[in-house]
T-cell receptor, first 115, second 116 residues
């Protein structure tokens, strides 16, 4: 079955550590996105990528980094510079700019907690 | 300014009744798409329904319909015959035509609770 896989489902980070969240899709989608969701809130865009080896900052990119070396993969690193990283992180993909009115598909999410 | 506004933080509905979740949007584009997603307590985002700005008919998908009023810039979700499994967060989202990144912009969500 095609879909988006995020791992791990739960992640605990110590203060000052970098952690990487995995996102893999087998939908052959060009565009991939990372969103952050705080409790009771909507989704805010961290980074997005429309093509391999290219990505752009979203609204809240500070303290995060990404890479897009393969079409299928878009990992997100939460760095120690992110002062309040505890949140729910959702990865999404869509067909890309040639099909702007198709829906985005989401992974199951990763819940990150700083301990 | 907020691009997507959902003014109902929480709503109750009796099982088997219909409910309307409000969404207003702000864009200067002529070409855009509006989406509704459901987020159960498990966290995944489930796509429900889509409306294009040039679509003349309101979108429908099973028990879901979208009341699209372009002049008022509103795209309300109507759920008919509510079921207990409809209890979840609901998000309205928009993708604008000149959006170089093709990303979705989300509203703050509405928590729907279905009473038995």
């Amino acid at each position: 079955d095609g879909g988006i896989t995020q791992s791990p489902k739960y992640l605990f980070r110590k203060e000052g550590q970098n952690v990487t969240l995995s996102c893999e899709q087998n939908l052959n989608h060009d565009a991939m996105y990372w969103y952050r969701q705080d409790p009771g809130q909507g989704l805010r865009l961290i980074y997005y990528s429309q093509i391999v080896n290219d990505f752009q900052k979203g609204d809240i990119a500070e303290g995060y980094s990404v890479s897009r070396e393969k079409k299928e993969s878009f990992p997100l690193t939460v760095t120690s510079a992110q002062k309040n990283p505890t949140a729910f992180y959702l990865c999404a993909s869509s067909m890309g700019p040639l099909s702007p009115y198709t829906e985005a598909f989401f992974g199951q999410g990763t819940r990150l907690t700083v301990v | 300014a907020q691009k997507i506004t959902q003014t109902q933080p929480g709503m109750f509905v009796q099982e088997k009744e219909a409910v309307t979740l409000d969404c207003t949007y702000d864009t200067s584009d002529q070409s855009y798409g509006l989406f509704w997603y459901k987020q159960p307590s498990s966290g995944e985002m489930i796509f429900l329904i889509y409306q294009g700005s040039y679509d003349e008919q309101n979108a429908t998908e099973g028990r879901y319909s979208l009341n699209f009023q372009k002049a008022r810039k509103s795209a309300n979700l109507v759920i008919s015959a509510s079921q207990l499994g409809d209890s979840a967060m609901y998000f309205c989202a928009m993708r604008e035509g000149n959006n170089a990144g093709n990303m979705l912009t989300f509203g703050g969500g509405t928590r729907l609770m279905v009473k038995p």
